[in-house]
């Protein structure tokens, strides 16, 4: 992965904070930014290894520190892919900031390095929504454990749509429809009780008992169609 370091020089602290705090809220990242001051270390060599920390090529660091040295301060952004076109966000910023010149030929400086880790969740424990096996582990099926079968065997259709229709009409296969959900074909009310569970009576119109229809009476028609009884 190519990374741009670019960096910029600043007459005082003042000026190089609220630049990098510019860059912050123009969406790169804090880890990306570097300030850099005369008290960030004794001397010019001291300087160059806290600029070189920043990923300044050593002799870019070099002439940057000796302008450290006498006053100025560094403002350095890693510009990556984040955000969208980074190079072009940092370098316009930079442009009307105030930035004092720094002597170099180019302040931008490509760099490869390493693509970034990607973060991840999974930081103490491998297995999210796996156990670890144990020498009492039971391997039993479900099914196993209750003592009963949990699925069904799949039944045989004569469709393959969706619903149950035929395609052809009264078509290619025919079957007879069960009366019963019991395997044997008996119904359940013979198996307890010799009389019939369910009443075969006329089933009425009207939820007023006696079958009255005060609203058909009321507006002159029907309320209730019998289309399709």
């Not at 009307?96 to 490869?112: E, Q, R, V, Y």
Request: some cysteine; hydrophobic content about 35%; charged content about 25%.
């Amino acid at each position: 992965m190519k990374t741009n370091v670019i960096g910029r020089l600043y007459k005082d602290e003042g000026s190089a904070r609220g630049m990098r705090d510019r860059l912050y809220r123009a969406g790169f990242a804090r880890h990306t930014l570097s300030l850099v001051t005369p008290q960030d270390a004794e001397g010019v060599d001291g300087l160059q290894a806290k600029i070189e920390e920043a990923w300044v090529p050593a002799g870019p660091a070099k002439h940057y520190a000796a302008k450290l040295a006498e006053g100025a301060c560094l403002v350095v952004v890693r510009a990556t892919y984040k955000p969208l076109n980074a190079v072009r966000i940092a370098t316009q910023a930079f442009e009307t900031s105030g930035a004092i010149p720094s002597g170099l030929n180019t302040d931008h400086f490509p760099i490869n390095t390493p693509p970034d880790p990607t973060p991840s969740i999974l930081k103490d424990h491998p297995r999210f929504l796996t156990m670890p096996p144990s020498p009492d582990d039971d391997r039993r099926l479900v099914s196993e454990r209750l003592g009963f079968s949990t699925l069904s065997p799949p039944k045989r259709r004569d469709s393959v749509m969706s619903t149950p229709k035929r395609f052809f009409g009264e078509g290619i296969s025919r079957k007879a429809r069960k009366t019963s959900t019991l395997p044997s074909g008996t119904f359940m009310s013979q198996k307890f009780w010799p009389q019939p569970l369910l009443s075969k009576r006329k089933r009425s119109l009207s939820v007023i008992p006696g079958g009255g229809h005060p609203f058909s009476r009321l507006l002159g028609w029907p309320t209730t169609s019998l289309i399709g009884r």
